[in-house]
């Protein structure tokens, strides 16, 4: 192989987008650019209150050519003329509707405000009553059972409960869309200029973890499914796709418009995409047996099997089994949980409200340096709880919470579930709380593993990757004691765009597969956490009080429903 064969990963996240330049001999970086969306860091168009998390198609495509151009900036003269491929990863379940010309609604003048008309963001929950009329219609109806391959539970985060959710709530979207594409598709059909929503490539990752996609079902959910669940449906199907392709199959070159605003010379390769976890995955060098953990914001936990290994095992509660969705050729198994960093962020969040809300009214200092001292809190806030909550004794403040802030998504979705915090008394204080929070969402890991291994599925070892693997020593400690497994951490910063890279290699031809990318181009790992085997055996007890404080809360909201 010659030495330059530059190849981008895209890594396309909740709050920003990053491009990762790699030398596919080796894997190693050189040179990236991370770009914060614009509009999302302004709270545009979302509304927490109401579960609402939208995103406009510009901040995409103003992120694209900014940290394209910026890592292309940073990298050695001459960069852009050996970049043979771009591969792209993005969250999801995360559609758009578009019209008959693969145009995102919002990119029309008409919707350009419109929430309705933009993304709606894996962590979107406005569609929980859409997801539990699926789960009422799949189970009843009679016919095919199309969530069987989905764990059995479909989630309001998904890709039909989202659609059928914003066609009852606007009538004006509803006239005007044609099609849904996941923002997985859309960017490589942009890019490509294969936006045809009836033609364009659909990735076999987002149908069918997300839209009950399978070969068996003859693609998705059939007609009469579909107009049973809502008429608003019908036709809907005819619209969409039969087909899909794994992402280590090209989707085109780049047009020549793109070529010139991105910086980047004619004949480029652009693979077709997947979500972040999945391709994540492949960057931290999964294998069969190896359980990668992408922490963040929320986590998606990954594993994937040779097709004969699993058979006709259908493995409940988990968000999908699906051939090629990680490593073309194995089959794909997906799990996490819906709050992970999130949960950490909300609780900063809650800590600040008076710096935030008060300084500006301090009599001692000016609103500036009440500003700049608000800042300087905030960016220590967490370091120093985890500094301090891990000083304390398992069981020592008697607080048991849970990490449902966001809804549970695995094992058994369900997104209108909440946290809790149990165990206070007047001595509770906010270090205590916050080591209650890390042990719920550790607890919240186990709960992954055991329905795994329930299952009969095998887990030889931990892979974790993103940013809290990187950050908090605490808490990855934590949730190695929690579960009694080693978790060794991935050496790359970005495997996520790592992974992207390794799929461009491959489609751009340098790789003849998968593993030969992953095994070329893999990062390492740069740490590993031991469980200590005595609290392990300390955590049996907080852990069983931990599942009965959720049973609890299972049985409130049933009630309430």
Same mark, same amino acid.
């Given at each position: 192989?010659?030495?330059?064969?530059? $190849?981008?990963?895209?890594?396309?996240?909740?709050?920003?987008?990053?491009?990762?330049?790699?030398?596919?001999?080796?894997g190693s970086e050189v040179a990236s650019h991370v770009h914060h969306y614009r509009r999302w860091s302004e709270g545009k168009y979302c509304d927490a209150a109401a579960n609402r998390f939208r995103q406009h198609p510009l901040d995409y495509i103003e992120g694209l050519e900014v940290s394209v151009k910026e890592a292309l900036g940073?990298?050695?003269?001459?960069?852009?003329?050996?970049?043979?491929?771009?591969?792209?990863?993005?969250?999801?379940?995360?559609?758009?509707?578009?019209?008959?010309?693969?145009?995102?609604?919002?990119?029309?003048?008409?919707?350009?405000?419109?929430?309705?008309?933009?993304?709606?963001?894996?962590?979107?929950?406005?569609?929980?009553?859409?997801?539990?009329?699926?789960?009422?219609?799949?189970?009843?109806?009679?016919?095919?059972?199309?969530?069987?391959?989905?764990?059995?539970?479909?989630?309001?985060?998904?890709?039909?409960?989202?659609?059928?959710?914003?066609?009852?709530?606007?009538?004006?979207?509803?006239?005007?869309?044609?099609?849904?594409?996941?923002?997985?598709?859309?960017?490589?059909?942009?890019?490509?200029?294969?936006?045809?929503?009836?033609?364009?490539?659909?990735?076999?990752?987002?149908?069918?973890?997300?839209?009950?996609?399978?070969?068996?079902?003859?693609?998705?959910?059939?007609?009469?499914?579909?107009?049973?669940?809502?008429?608003?449906?019908?036709?809907?199907?005819?619209?969409?796709?039969?087909?899909?392709?794994?992402?280590?199959?090209?989707?085109?070159?780049?047009?020549?418009?793109?070529?010139?605003?991105?910086?980047?010379?004619?004949?480029?390769?652009?693979?077709?995409?997947?979500?972040?976890?999945?391709?994540?995955?492949?960057?931290?060098?999964?294998?069969?047996?190896?359980?990668?953990?992408?922490?963040?914001?929320?986590?998606?936990?990954?594993?994937?099997?040779?097709?004969?290994?699993?058979?006709?095992?259908?493995?409940?509660?988990?968000?999908?089994?699906?051939?090629?969705?990680?490593?073309?050729?194995?089959?794909?198994?997906?799990?996490?949980?819906?709050?992970?960093?999130?949960?950490?962020?909300?609780?900063?969040?809650?800590?600040?409200?008076?710096?935030?809300?008060?300084?500006?009214?301090?009599?001692? $200092?000016?609103?500036?340096?009440?500003?700049?001292?608000?800042?300087?809190?905030?960016?220590?806030?967490?370091?120093?709880?985890?500094?301090?909550?891990?000083?304390?004794?398992?069981?020592?403040?008697?607080?048991?919470?849970?990490?449902?802030?966001?809804?549970?998504?695995?094992?058994?979705?369900?997104?209108?579930?909440?946290?809790?915090?149990?165990?206070?008394?007047?001595?509770?204080?906010?270090?205590?709380?916050?080591?209650?929070?890390?042990?719920?969402?550790?607890?919240?890991?186990?709960?992954?593993?055991?329905?795994?291994?329930?299952?009969?599925?095998?887990?030889?070892?931990?892979?974790?990757?993103?940013?809290?693997?990187?950050?908090?020593?605490?808490?990855?400690?934590?949730?190695?004691?929690?579960?009694?497994?080693?978790?060794?951490?991935?050496?790359?910063?970005?495997?996520?765009?790592?992974?992207?890279?390794?799929?461009?290699?491959?489609?751009?031809?340098?790789?003849?597969?998968?593993?030969?990318?992953?095994?070329?181009?893999?990062?390492?790992?740069?740490?590993?956490?031991?469980?200590?085997?005595?609290?392990?055996?300390?955590?049996?007890?907080?852990?069983?009080?931990?599942?009965?404080?959720?049973?609890?809360?299972?049985?409130?909201?049933?009630?309430?429903?």
């Amino acid at each position: 192989m010659e030495k330059e064969n530059y $190849v981008i990963g895209l890594d396309y996240g909740t709050d920003s987008v990053r491009a990762l330049i790699v030398d596919a001999s080796d894997g190693s970086e050189v040179a990236s650019h991370v770009h914060h969306y614009r509009r999302w860091s302004e709270g545009k168009y979302c509304d927490a209150a109401a579960n609402r998390f939208r995103q406009h198609p510009l901040d995409y495509i103003e992120g694209l050519e900014v940290s394209v151009k910026e890592a292309l900036g940073n990298a050695p003269a001459g960069a852009a003329g050996k970049v043979r491929a771009i591969s792209i990863d993005t969250t999801g379940s995360t559609p758009v509707a578009v019209d008959k010309d693969g145009v995102a609604l919002a990119m029309r003048e008409e919707f350009a405000e419109n929430p309705n008309a933009m993304f709606v963001l894996w962590k979107d929950h406005t569609a929980i009553g859409e997801a539990e009329e699926i789960n009422a219609l799949a189970k009843s109806w009679g016919g095919v059972d199309y969530m069987k391959y989905s764990g059995g539970v479909y989630s309001s985060e998904w890709f039909w409960a989202k659609v059928l959710h914003v066609l009852r709530d606007d009538a004006a979207v509803r006239a005007a869309a044609y099609s849904w594409v996941e923002h997985c598709d859309w960017l490589p059909g942009l890019l490509t200029g294969n936006t045809d929503p009836l033609k364009m490539k659909r990735g076999r990752c987002s149908a069918g973890h997300k839209a009950m996609w399978h070969e068996e079902f003859g693609g998705l959910p059939s007609e009469d499914f579909l107009a049973r669940l809502d008429p608003m449906l019908a036709g809907l199907r005819g619209r969409l796709y039969t087909h899909t392709s794994t992402a280590d199959v090209p989707v085109g070159t780049l047009t020549a418009e793109w070529a010139s605003r991105l910086g980047l010379t004619g004949g480029v390769v652009v693979g077709g995409g997947a979500f972040d976890a999945h391709m994540g995955a492949v960057g931290g060098q999964i294998k069969p047996g190896s359980l990668i953990r992408v922490m963040g914001t929320s986590t998606c936990d990954m594993l994937v099997a040779p097709l004969e290994e699993v058979g006709d095992k259908l493995i409940r509660g988990i968000c999908g089994q699906v051939d090629g969705s990680i490593v073309p050729g194995m089959l794909g198994m997906e799990a996490g949980q819906s709050a992970f960093g999130d949960l950490y962020a909300w609780y900063a969040k809650v800590l600040m409200w008076p710096l935030r809300n008060m300084l500006s009214e301090s009599g001692v $200092v000016d609103s500036c340096t009440g500003s700049r001292l608000a800042d300087e809190v905030a960016g220590k806030l967490l370091p120093h709880l985890d500094e301090n909550a891990g000083k304390l004794g398992i069981g020592d403040t008697g607080i048991v919470a849970l990490d449902w802030i966001n809804g549970r998504r695995t094992p058994d979705a369900d997104q209108s579930l909440k946290c809790a915090i149990a165990g206070m008394n007047m001595g509770s204080d906010a270090v205590g709380i916050y080591r209650a929070l890390v042990e719920a969402t550790a607890f919240g890991s186990k709960k992954i593993i055991d329905r795994f291994v329930e299952e009969g599925v095998r887990i030889d070892e931990v892979i974790a990757l993103g940013g809290v693997a990187k950050k908090s020593r605490f808490v990855m400690q934590t949730v190695a004691n929690v579960m009694g497994l080693a978790i060794k951490v991935v050496e790359s910063e970005q495997a996520c765009a790592l992974g992207a890279a390794m799929f461009a290699a491959v489609v751009a031809g340098i790789y003849k597969d998968i593993p030969e990318a992953q095994d070329a181009m893999g990062s390492g790992f740069c740490a590993e956490y031991v469980p200590d085997m005595r609290n392990h055996a300390r955590y049996a007890g907080l852990y069983a009080k931990y599942s009965e404080l959720g049973s609890h809360m299972e049985n409130s909201v049933r009630k309430g429903r």
